[in-house]
């Protein structure tokens, strides 16, 4: 056993399934405690740069395979290639 790696056991936070995790190479999501939400994330699913209290209010939670590989497809699916900010400038006062 000197050799193996710690692992944990963990709840997944989005199917609530019971999983063993290595934490050094576990996928976590950080979720906002005041609204239950991935940070960042709003109730309508649209996703928006989180606010400094919601980054330091947030709580990392541990998240299976299964939905590591659905978030991904689905942060392709929400995330269109032609977004871009660094072509927009805030106006000087
Ligand atoms: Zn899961």
Do not use: Y
Not at 48 to 54: C, K, L, S
């Amino acid at each position: 056993m000197a050799d193996e790696q710690i692992t944990t056991i963990g709840r997944c936070h989005m199917c609530k399934r019971t999983f063993g995790f290595t934490p050094a190479t576990v996928m976590t999501v950080a979720i906002d405690p005041a609204s239950n939400l991935p940070l960042g994330m709003t109730i309508s699913g649209v996703f928006r740069e989180p606010t400094p209290e919601a980054t330091v209010r947030a709580v990392k939670h541990p998240i299976c395979s299964d939905c590591v590989n659905r978030v991904k497809q689905l942060s392709e699916f929400i995330n269109p290639p032609a977004l871009q900010f660094d072509t927009w400038q805030r106006g000087n006062p």
